[in-house]
């Protein structure tokens, strides 16, 4: 099991670049491949593409193979499947809800960064444990926002966390003042309608707002 420290490092760097990762779902890869551009011209450059759809590990390539300037990476990454069929079409991470053992060995010895989900202090405890540096805390939301993941964070100093499920403009910012939060994830600035409507222009707006959000 290897969360080796040049991961660590790769994955804190792509973090850096971004106050908000967007949560991609797709149903298929041209609007994919808009999306991505229109978040990018926004100012948005890291991406996270759910592997939820039929579609989505299509759109997954063709936002790397077609998208220039972005970085891109998987999400919902359930299975040990998963985690070989995104490296294998060249995501740049990896993100899953939760930690699992056997997604834990497989995610950790992957070529790219790996980063399980973790709701609770026993759970951020096993992984930092096993050597990991940054957590999803997921679902940010409905497990208790910004004043839990405060709490969570405050006895443990090392973990680094990127609180996802619930997280709006309006509230990203009081989880971005948290110590030890290195980004925030959402859906919120790619919503279904917009992609499905082929309304790049609301998406690019929606990346705007939340690209001049701040990170600590
Ligand atoms: O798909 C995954 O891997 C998840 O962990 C769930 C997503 O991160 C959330 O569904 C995004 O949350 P919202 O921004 O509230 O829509």
Known sequence: MS???????????????????PVLTFEDAASGVETAKALRDGGLKVLEVTL?????MEALKAIIDEVEGVTV????????EHV???VRVGAAFLISPGSSS??????SEAPVPFMPGVATASEAMQLAERGATFAKFFPAGPAGGPDYLKALVAPLP???F???GGITLKNAQDYLAVRNVAAVGGSWVAPTDAIRNGDWATIRALAEEAAALKAR
């Not at 969360?3 to 990762?21: D, G, W, Y």
């Open 73 to 80: 990476g998987a999400g919902t990454v359930l299975e040990v």
């Open 162 to 164: 990127v609180p996802t």
């Open 84 to 86: 070989q069929d995104a």
């Open 52 to 56: 939820r759809t039929p579609a989505s």
């Open 102 to 107: 056997r997604l834990l060995a497989a995610g």
């Open 158 to 160: 090392d973990l680094h």
């Open 3 to 21: 969360f080796t420290l040049a991961k660590t490092e790769r994955l804190a760097a792509i973090l850096s670049q971004s106050p908000v990762i």
